[in-house]
């Protein structure tokens, strides 16, 4: 489990070695070396990981390749941002699923490849959800459940797709 609960005023950041914005020059660099997308991966949450224990909340991610990605897990993520990531939201790893929710909005959740939920198993997702792919899906064995609202509707689109979620994909 991780706890990394920030303030509205005074946040938690994950960003690169590189970014002398947040913590100074940490490599000591000066301006010779300038962060950039992927200079670090990001933190992946594993099935195994403790989700009622896990708590992010006013975290900022920079410069990471993926800096959120879920294998079959369901943090809490609450006041989340991203900025110069290679993908800025959720990304979900591809393999079966056999329990989540997704509940998180704010960012969007994408589809690293072919999500499966398991036969035997229930997939939840909150209103106001947006799950995005790029040449693959979702695929239930079991049952989805995914109740929108008329203000809060769930949407399944494309990752390149700006209107629904920004610009995921930074293209």
């Not at 690169?16 to 070396?33: F, I, K, P, R």
């Not at 006013?58 to 879920?70: E, Q, T, W």
């Amino acid at each position: 489990s991780i706890t990394a609960i920030g303030e509205a005023d005074n946040g938690i950041v994950f960003t690169a070695l590189a970014d002398d914005e947040y913590g100074g020059d940490t490599d000591n660099s000066g301006d010779t070396v300038i962060p950039k997308a992927g200079d670090w991966g990001g933190i992946t949450f594993r099935d195994s990981s403790r989700d009622d224990k896990t708590v992010l909340d006013y975290v900022l991610f920079r410069y990471a390749n993926n800096p959120v990605m879920l294998e079959q897990a369901a943090p809490g993520l609450t006041h989340i941002a991203m900025e110069q990531n290679g993908r800025n939201g959720y990304g979900l790893v591809s393999g079966t699923w056999t329990t989540n929710q997704w509940q998180n909005t704010g960012l969007p959740y994408y589809l690293t490849g072919q999500v499966s939920v398991d036969e035997r198993s229930v997939l939840t997702i909150a209103p106001g959800v947006v799950v995005k792919g790029a040449g693959n899906g979702l695929y239930v064995s079991g049952a989805l459940e995914a109740r929108g609202t008329a203000s809060q509707p769930i949407v399944f689109t494309a990752l390149a797709d700006d209107e629904y979620g920004g610009d995921t994909d930074n293209s």
